[in-house]
């Protein structure tokens, strides 16, 4: 079983910082890509912002120069900086990761974490 577990939200100002965190656990063989993204209310959910094994990051033009994805591929962590919010950033963020699950040798599989509340106040 693997699971994801988010770390970080909150309540913050417009022009405030948050740093969010994601850890992956389990039976994990390798992580592809791990990433980020935010459903906010009535409304679908988006990509926020991706990174590969490699480090190569994959931004939503909303949040470019604002947000920057890093991780630590040895804690098998995601982070995700959030720099200039504002209050279109409230949303429920969701870590995500593709994972090769020990045993699996070539398939990979998605999973989400539970989501944690951004709310950004103007």
């Known amino acids: 079983q693997v699971q994801l577990v988010e770390f970080g939200g909150g309540l913050v100002q417009a022009g405030g910082s948050l740093r969010l965190s994601c850890a992956a656990s389990g039976s994990i063989a390798s992580i592809n890509v791990m990433g980020w993204y935010r459903q906010a209310p009535g409304k679908q959910r988006e990509l926020v912002a991706t990174i590969t094994s490699g480090g190569s990051t994959n931004d939503a033009d909303s949040v470019k120069s604002r947000f920057t994805v890093t991780r630590e591929n040895a804690k098998k962590t995601v982070y995700l900086q959030m720099n200039s919010l504002k209050p279109e950033d409230t949303a429920v963020y969701y870590c995500?990761?593709?994972?090769?699950?020990?045993?699996?040798?070539?398939?990979?599989?998605?999973?989400w974490g539970q989501g944690t509340q951004v709310t950004v106040s103007s």
């Open positions: 995500n990761a593709d994972v090769r699950p020990v045993g699996y040798y070539f398939n990979t599989v998605t999973f």
